[in-house]
C-alpha cells in the first residue's frame, strides 16, 4: 500500500461514525490514507460509543492540531463550506473517499473532499463538485452537475442532465427529473419530486414539488 495521508474527520455525530467505517472499508480495499480523528466541538459521540479514534479538539483547532488533511461529515450545506473555507486558511486539503461499492462512470469527475457512501451511482459524463455529500443509495445521472458542498441525502434520484446549485441539500428519497436546474442553497423536502427549474435559495416540497424563496445564499459561490 502507498503512504497516504493521516486525516480528521470533521463532525463527530452519526454521520461521522458512519464516514468513519466508510474510510476503514475503503483503506481494506485500497484507499491509501487513515483516519486519525474527529474533530467537533461537541464530544457526545465519544461519551455514548465506542469510537475507535479520539476527538482531536474542536472546529477551532482545525489550524492547531497535527492533521492537514480533513474530510468533511456534517450534513448542513452552509457548515460544510464554512468548515472547507477554515481548512483552505490553514492551508490544509480536503481528501475525497469513495466507498468501494460506489459506481463512478469513468466519464464522470469527482470534487476534492467529496464523499461517496455505499452504493452511490455516480453515471456517464456527470460532474460532482467539491466538498458534496453523497448519502447511501444516492445516484447522479448522466450529465448531471452537482455544486460545491451540496449534500445528497439516502435514495435521492438526481436523473440525467439535472444542475444542482453550490450548497444544496436533497432530502431522502427525493426525485429530481430530467433536465431540471435547481439554484444554489435551495433544498428539496425528504420523498419530493421536483419536476420544474427552481430559483436560488428555493424550498420545494411535494410530488410534483412547489417552490418557495426562503434561503439566503451562504452556501453558495
Ligand atoms: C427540506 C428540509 C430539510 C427543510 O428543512 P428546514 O430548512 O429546517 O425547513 P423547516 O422545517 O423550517 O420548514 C420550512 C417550512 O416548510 C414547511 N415544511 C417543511 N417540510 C415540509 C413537508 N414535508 N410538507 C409540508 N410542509 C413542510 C414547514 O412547515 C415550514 O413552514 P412555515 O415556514 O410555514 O413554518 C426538510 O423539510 C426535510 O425534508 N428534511 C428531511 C431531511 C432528510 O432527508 N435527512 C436525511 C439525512 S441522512
Known sequence: MTHGLDVAILGAGGFGREVLQYSQDARAAGWPNRVVGFIDNW????????????????????????????????????????????VVDF???????????????????????????????????SWVGPNVAVNVYASIGHDSRVGGHCVISPYAAVTGAVSLGDGSFLGTHCT??????IGACSKVSAGSVVTRDAEAGSLLIGNPAKGRVMYPLSGSG
Open 43 to 86: 464530544s457526545g459521540a465519544f461519551e455514548r460509543f465506542d469510537v475507535s479514534v479520539p476527538l482531536l479538539g474542536s472546529f477551532g483547532d482545525i489550524g492547531q492540531i497535527d492533521v492537514r488533511a480533513f474530510i468533511i461529515a456534517v450534513g448542513d450545506p452552509a457548515l460544510r463550506r464554512k468548515l472547507a473555507d477554515a
Open 91 to 125: 492551508r490544509g486539503i480536503l481528501v475525497s473517499l469513495i466507498h468501494p461499492t460506489a459506481y463512478v462512470a469513468p466519464t464522470a469527475q469527482i470534487g476534492s473532499g467529496t464523499v461517496l457512501c455505499p452504493y452511490t451511482l455516480i453515471a456517464a459524463n
Open 176 to 181: 429530481i427529473a430530467p433536465a431540471v436546474a
